[in-house]
T-cell receptor, first 115, second 113 residues
């Protein structure tokens, strides 16, 4: 079974530029998550989708971050404009459903450096 | 709010040494508890989990017991190998709502031959 795919793996941009990340979850997984992992910290949930609806975006900086999951499969996360403090690894994860017993499977992440 | 506190790293051990990584949590209700591992250059992988008090999760020689009375979920392994070198994250998942994962800051383990 193919895992969670993410691209690009690395991205370097200047502050105030825009950037987009792509995620393809495991086939059949209804729930998709985007996490931000700043160096030296644990991942922090940015947004959670159930199919193509948003379940939780309480920690998403909505003035600059946006995410969508069209057709309930692939998802994109966008930052516009980027700030220096956005430098982090952006992790995508998916699970079969939302719930305590459903395991989240993580992709390899996209490492963003903002200069 | 919900939070996870892990022991500060990095931790450096010799091969075959005993490993303990402490993890305590604060949560409302009865969370599920997890240990994730991140090997160099790879994504997070679930190592083990426990869903209720006194449950013991185990995998690859690692163990952790859900202790409600001390709100702890310490990770242990009797004899570490060089291949166990990685960053270990303790996490909880709450009931209800989005049931999102809340992670600790991670503990980097280096095992020397």
């Amino acid at each position: 079974e193919a895992g969670v795919a993410q691209s690009p793996r690395y991205k370097i941009i200047e502050k105030r530029q825009s950037v987009a990340f792509w995620c393809n979850p495991i086939s059949g997984h209804a729930t998709l998550y985007w996490y931000q992992q700043i160096l030296g910290q644990g991942p922090k949930l940015l947004i959670q989708f159930q199919n193509n609806g948003v379940v939780d975006d309480s920690q998403l900086p909505k003035d600059r971050f946006s995410a969508e999951r069209l057709k309930g499969v692939d998802s994109t996360l966008k930052i516009q404009p980027a700030k220096l403090e956005d430098s982090a690894v952006y992790l995508c994860a998916s699970s079969l459903m939302t719930g305590r017993t459903y395991e989240q499977y993580f992709g390899p992440g996209t490492r963003l450096t903002v200069t | 709010g919900n939070s996870v506190t892990q022991m500060e790293g990095p931790v450096t051990l010799s091969e075959e040494a005993f490993l303990t990584i402490n993890c305590t949590y604060t949560a409302t209700g009865y969370p599920s508890l997890f240990w994730y591992v991140q090997y160099p250059g790879e994504g997070l992988q679930l190592l083990l989990k426990a869903t209720k008090a006194d449950d013991k999760g185990s995998n690859k020689g690692f163990e952790a017991t859900y202790r409600k009375e001390t709100t702890s979920f310490h990770l242990e392994k009797g004899s570490v190998q060089v291949s166990d070198s990685a960053v270990y994250f303790c996490a909880l998942k709450t009931q209800g709502g989005s049931e999102k994962l809340v992670f600790g800051k991670g503990t980097k383990l280096t095992v020397n031959p």
